[in-house]
Each structure stands twice: as structure tokens, then as C-alpha cells.
């Protein structure tokens, strides 16, 4: 009796290490869903590497079990629990981690360094964003992901998916985007596209509110659940706005830009211009001139370029009705650029003034 019972035993510690080993080599499973996308789960055997030594400034070369798949856009959550990973298009060999198609678009979702979500887009259904800041990804796995389908047109979908339900929704614009933010806990997304800053109830799948996107050039933006607002952040301070699209600090525009254009980066610097425009004030002009002689001192061929580009924008807005302010900034442009495009415009000013005269 006893000799039977330890036969069964043995027996049955066989067949248990045996349907494990099966389970630990069964492929991972393929969940289908709408769009004719396929998103493999990996599981958290699959890592995926990255090259410190070949990483671009906002791209990053990325490798799966040892497999090299080439440059990817990445982006991290709020609380460096996820990472999101994406690129057009490219190449791989045959059946790496579910990678079956030889020519597509790809997005990579980690979980604390694991892939938890990776899906393949064919060229031919559209192509993701190659563009830093161009999708997004929450603390708790939510992403939003803009894809371009009509490349000759500039029609695109912004996509709305999380680790837990794969994409599960979309919204269509007009135009590609290359900035897309999502509220730390996936409730909200602001996306540029269609000349607006458009937010979006990303569950939903809805736009409840829009801001004209003239203005801002600030590539550092956060949105506040609970509050509802949307705040563009200018070195350390931000202008606010509501998600109806009105500014909530409305008075501190102008100053927190030139403030801004003050540390010498040229997006500021356009920015207050704008702002500057619909105040026209001598003294912001100058200072605006002085800004935009900060930026890249270290390379004085751009530098040079830049400041050019200012002067004539400056130049440009007075020519209606200061004839002589706008020639000031005029030869100013010249002086910094000899083919800053000019010298008709010189030419014309001086002409109707020496009809004043």
C-alpha cells in the first residue's frame, strides 16, 4: 500500500513539472481588438533594452531579447512607472515577441522595465507620430497616441488606449500633431492639432474645450484634474487657462513671456512677440531685442539668424505707422543678417518718407 501511494506521488510531481514547463513556453496570447490592430501580451519575461550610447536627444534605440529594432520616441509618466515607446515605421526579423509584419509602425508600453502592451500599426492603416512630445502616457498605464492616415491630406487620429483595454477609442483632426499631454491619472489629454490646443475626456473619447494655440510655444504644459485647468509653463511660471479656453491670469500674460524671452529661448521670444503685438509698446520692443540677444551665444551664426528674424518681425508690425521705428529694426535685421530680405521693404519706407517731407 505504501509502495503505491509514493508511486502516485511521484507520478503526479511528473505531470505537474510537465504542465508547468508547457505553461512556461507556451507563446504569449494574441488579444484582438477593433481596428484590425494586434496587441500581443508579453508577459514580464519579455524586457526590452536600451543603448545608452547610441540615444539621440529624444530618441532612443531600442532592443528586445537582444534583437536590435532601431530609434524610438519615448516618454515616461509622471511617476517613472511607465514608459511609452512608438516610431513610424520600420523593420524587424520574423516573430520577435509577436513582431510578425516586416514593415510597420510600432508602440511599446512598459510597466517598471516589463512590456505589458505592443502593438503593430501596417503602414498602409497609418503611421504614428516620429515627433519628441508627440504621444503620452499616464501613471496608471492610459496613453494617448496621435496616427497619421492620410499622409497627402494631413488627416490624423488621435488615439486612446491603456495597458488594460488595448486602444478604445479615437478622435479625427485635420492636421498632424506634434504635442500631446495626458493628466496624471489618464482622466484628460491636451493635444495640438487644427490651430488649438484641443482637450479631451479621454475615457470618452470626447473634446470638451479647446485654447487658440497662436500664441503658445511652450513645450512644457500640466493639467489639473480636479481644477480643470491647463497651465503652460514659461520657466516657472505659467499662464493658466480653464478648459472653456478662458485665461485665468489674463493681466500676467505679457510679463510672465518677457520674463520668459528674458532667459534667451527663441519659442519665448515668438511668443511674446505675439503678445506684444496687440499692445504695441516701445518698451517691450527693446527688451525683446535684448532677449533675443541672449539666445545660443554660444553659436553666433544662429544667433545672428535669429536676432535677424526678431528685428524683422519688429520691423514688420511698425511699418503702418512708425515708418522710422520700423526702419530702425529694419537695418538692425541687415546688420545681423546681410540677406534677411529687407532691403525693399528699407527701400519702400524710405521713399514714401522722403514724400513726407
Same mark, same amino acid.
Given at each position: 500500500m505504501e509502495l503505491i501511494i509514493i508511486i502516485s506521488v511521484i507520478v503526479l510531481i511528473y505531470f505537474y513539472?510537465?504542465?508547468?514547463?508547457?505553461?512556461?513556453?507556451?507563446?504569449?496570447?494574441?488579444?484582438?481588438?477593433?481596428? %484590425?490592430?494586434?496587441?500581443? /501580451?508579453?508577459?514580464?519575461?519579455?524586457?526590452? &533594452?536600451?543603448? +545608452? =550610447?547610441?540615444?539621440?536627444? #529624444?530618441?532612443?534605440?531600442?532592443?528586445?531579447?537582444?534583437?536590435?529594432?532601431?530609434?524610438?520616441?519615448?516618454?515616461?509618466? %509622471?511617476?517613472?512607472?511607465? /514608459?511609452?515607446?512608438?516610431?513610424?515605421?520600420? &523593420?524587424?526579423? +520574423? =516573430?520577435?515577441?509577436?513582431? #510578425?509584419?516586416?514593415?510597420?509602425?510600432?508602440?511599446?508600453?512598459l510597466e517598471n522595465g516589463a512590456i505589458v502592451f505592443n502593438t503593430t500599426i501596417p503602414l498602409s492603416e497609418?503611421?504614428?507620430?516620429?515627433?519628441?512630445?508627440?504621444?503620452?502616457?499616464?501613471?496608471?498605464?492610459?496613453?494617448?497616441?496621435?496616427?497619421?492616415?492620410?499622409?497627402?491630406?494631413?488627416?490624423?487620429?488621435?488615439?486612446?488606449?491603456?495597458?488594460?483595454?488595448?486602444?478604445?477609442g479615437l478622435f479625427p483632426v485635420s492636421s498632424f500633431t506634434d504635442k500631446v499631454f495626458i493628466s496624471e491619472n489618464g482622466i484628460y489629454s491636451v493635444v495640438q492639432a487644427d490651430a488649438c490646443w484641443n482637450i479631451f475626456d479621454v475615457q470618452d473619447c470626447i473634446l470638451i474645450g479647446s485654447?487658440?494655440?497662436?500664441?503658445?510655444?511652450?513645450?512644457?504644459?500640466?493639467?489639473?484634474?480636479?481644477?480643470?485647468?491647463?497651465?503652460?509653463?514659461?520657466?516657472?511660471?505659467?499662464?493658466?487657462?480653464?478648459?472653456?479656453?478662458?485665461?485665468?491670469?489674463?493681466?500676467?500674460?505679457?510679463?510672465?513671456?518677457?520674463?520668459?524671452?528674458?532667459?534667451?529661448?527663441?519659442?519665448?521670444?515668438?511668443?511674446?512677440?505675439?503678445?506684444?503685438?496687440?499692445t504695441k509698446d516701445d518698451i517691450h520692443a527693446e527688451k525683446l531685442i535684448d532677449s533675443i540677444s541672449k539666445i545660443n551665444t554660444a553659436n553666433p551664426d544662429v544667433s545672428n539668424s535669429r536676432k535677424s528674424k526678431a528685428c524683422r518681425m519688429l520691423g514688420e508690425y511698425y511699418e503702418d505707422d512708425k515708418i522710422q521705428v520700423a526702419l530702425k529694426y529694419f537695418n538692425m535685421a541687415i546688420e545681423y543678417n546681410p540677406k534677411a530680405g529687407v532691403k525693399r521693404k528699407i527701400k519702400e519706407l524710405q521713399e514714401k518718407t522722403n514724400k513726407q517731407k
Open positions: 513539472r510537465k504542465s508547468k514547463k508547457k505553461k512556461e513556453n507556451t507563446p504569449a496570447p494574441i488579444i484582438s481588438i477593433p481596428n %484590425k490592430y494586434t496587441v500581443h /501580451s508579453c508577459g514580464s519575461e519579455a524586457k526590452l &533594452e536600451s543603448n +545608452e =550610447n547610441d540615444n539621440h536627444e #529624444y530618441f532612443i534605440k531600442l532592443k528586445i531579447k537582444g534583437t536590435q529594432l532601431g530609434y524610438f520616441c519615448y516618454s515616461e509618466s %509622471k511617476n517613472k512607472k511607465f /514608459s511609452l515607446y512608438w516610431r513610424r515605421e520600420g &523593420e524587424c526579423p +520574423e =516573430n520577435i515577441d509577436g513582431l #510578425y509584419s516586416s514593415k510597420y509602425g510600432n508602440i511599446i508600453v497609418g503611421r504614428p507620430s516620429n515627433r519628441y512630445k508627440s504621444a503620452s502616457i499616464s501613471n496608471n498605464g492610459v496613453f494617448v497616441v496621435p496616427v497619421l492616415v492620410d499622409v497627402n491630406k494631413g488627416d490624423s487620429i488621435i488615439k486612446f488606449g491603456s495597458i488594460d483595454k488595448g486602444f478604445f485654447i487658440d494655440s497662436k500664441y503658445y510655444h511652450s513645450s512644457d504644459i500640466e493639467i489639473f484634474e480636479n481644477e480643470k485647468q491647463v497651465y503652460f509653463w514659461y520657466e516657472g511660471k505659467a499662464i493658466v487657462y480653464d478648459f472653456t479656453g478662458e485665461v485665468i491670469n489674463e493681466n500676467q500674460k505679457l510679463e510672465i513671456l518677457m520674463d520668459a524671452a528674458d532667459k534667451g529661448v527663441f519659442d519665448y521670444f515668438l511668443t511674446a512677440y505675439y503678445l506684444f503685438k496687440e
